[in-house]
């Protein structure tokens, strides 16, 4: 992806101001990022259309740095798209004993998710858990999740054999009520792929249970598989929220995004690893941040950036040394101070400037005074401030006028112009050399 918005934010940066067209060519390479980070088509799309209406929009015209405003309107969206409502981390187990319900597929990681959240409601809000396991299909994972208990701390309900699914799971609200438990969590068990079986015992499961929150535990490798199962599972049973595992692997995170825009459902951890701590509440940013590759994009936009700056400092420069300082650079650099910490800053860092800085002090020169300077300049018509030399008596007083200020302000203004204007042009004659590694730009 960086390799490709590089080239394009490559191209923008040369014109300044983004056009419709910049923008449509910039959408294409952030269209084809989203899909090689496992965004679905339909969701691709329609991300690219809300993005590309805010792009073409007001802000990014009057913009300098358009390659930025693209990332920056592109992380936006992708962001609003990924944050769900509330706290994701927020589980409501208000009413003791709340009844979480775990479902997803076979070896999305249901039975780890339910150990770690289980871990982190004790560790982390002092709840009292009781863990049970409904996967009657295999043993094996009864046993699993026994060990995860002892290993974390956490009560398991006893295993009894040859109990179904919904038996354990009234089990486990019996003994969570009279046992004294915050929460008890029903792992399910889960098949390959979603079939009838499986969704009509999760939904006895959950008429039985009557879960506050219903997880959705879906292995965020699996892209749009993991969409198409969400949806279903949604539909079937009804999920409160959505359990992202894997996310410790390589995958673009693009799941997330497809995950978001066709269920609509929350987002609320991400699993990182097989480590019962390994598990962390959905931050958006970081998705975002990971389906762009934002890293290279901030690194690419800052030095896209500095190019741009440069290249205008060169302008400027060369029509310095041939004395062409006219308002509008004086104007921008007086803008420029104001950015770099004031007119003191700028000066110390420009050669031969360290005298008209001492005095400019002594005027009491500071930065409300620049901005009155600007209220100034504003004032002038284009041709004023291109050549300040037409700048007589009635022009003087209708530009004073003009800013709410006083003639005598403006001659400061000028003989200011004047002295920066000779001093540019002795620079101009120590070579390119000296002014720039002052600091101009
Ligand atoms: P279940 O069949 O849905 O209960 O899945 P399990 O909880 O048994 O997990 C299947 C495998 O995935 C196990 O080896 C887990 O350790 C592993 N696993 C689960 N969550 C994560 C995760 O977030 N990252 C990684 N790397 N592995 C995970
Ligand atoms: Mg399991």
Redo the contacts with the bound molecule.
């Keep these: 992806l960086s390799e490709r918005l590089s080239g394009v934010f490559d191209r923008l940066t040369k014109q300044g101001a983004l056009s419709e067209d910049d923008v449509r060519t910039a959408m294409r390479e952030v269209r084809v990022a989203l899909l090689e980070a496992d965004v679905s088509l339909p969701v691709a799309r329609e991300f690219i259309k809300a993005v590309e209406k805010k792009a073409t929009g007001a802000a990014v015209t009057k913009s300098v740095t358009p390659g930025q405003q693209v990332v920056k309107i592109v992380h936006d969206e992708l962001i609003g798209t990924l944050r769900g409502e509330g706290d994701p981390g927020a589980l409501k187990i208000d009413n003791p004993p709340a009844p979480i319900l775990m479902v997803?597929?076979?070896?999305?990681?249901?039975?780890?998710?339910?150990a770690k959240l289980a871990k982190r409601l004790k560790d982390r809000e002092g709840k009292r858990v009781l863990m049970a396991s409904l996967?009657t299909n295999r043993p094996a994972?009864m046993e699993?999740l026994a060990i995860l208990g002892a290993q974390i701390g956490v009560d398991t309900l006893p295993i009894v054999k040859g109990e179904d699914p919904v038996a354990i799971a009234k089990r486990a609200k019996t003994q969570a009520s009279l046992g004294g438990y915050d929460v008890y969590m029903l792992?399910t068990a889960?098949r390959l792929h979603i079939d009838a079986e499986l969704i009509a015992q999760a939904a006895a499961v959950r008429d039985v249970a009557k879960p506050r929150e219903t997880l959705l535990?879906v292995d965020g490798l699996t892209g749009q598989d993991a969409v198409n199962v969400a949806q279903e599972f949604d539909d079937k049973i009804g999920v409160t929220g959505v359990v992202l595992?894997?996310?410790?692997?390589d995958g673009r995170g693009g799941a997330a995004l497809s995950m978001r825009a066709i269920t609509g459902k929350p987002i609320r951890f991400?699993?990182?690893?097989?480590k019962m701590d390994?598990?962390e509440t959905f931050e958006p940013e970081r998705i975002a941040g990971r389906i762009l590759g934002m890293g290279d994009i901030v690194a690419l936009v800052e030095k896209a950036q500095e190019t741009l700056e440069a290249e205008q400092a060169e302008r400027m420069m060369k029509r310095f040394q041939k004395g062409q300082f006219n308002m509008n650079d004086l104007k921008s650099q007086m803008e420029q101070m104001l950015k770099m910490g004031g007119m003191e800053g700028m000066m110390s860092m420009m050669p031969g400037m360290a005298k008209m800085s001492k005095q400019l002090d002594e005027a009491g020169f500071d930065d409300t005074v620049i901005r009155r300077q600007i209220a100034l300049i504003n004032s002038m018509t284009k041709r004023e401030r291109a050549n300040p030399g037409l700048l007589q008596a009635s022009r003087k007083k209708r530009i004073a006028a003009g800013s709410g200020q006083e003639v005598s302000d403006l001659n400061k203004l000028l003989k200011m112009h004047r002295q920066m204007s000779d001093a540019m042009k002795k620079l101009g004659k120590m070579g390119k050399k000296g002014l720039m590694k002052g600091g101009l730009g």
């Excluded at 991400?270 to 097989?274: I, Q, R, Y």
Aim: glycine share 24%; proline share 0%; hydrophobic share 30%.
């Design positions: 997803g597929l076979q070896g999305s990681g249901k039975t780890t998710t339910t996967d994972a699993q792992d889960g535990v595992t894997r996310m410790d692997g991400v699993g990182l690893g097989e390994a598990i």
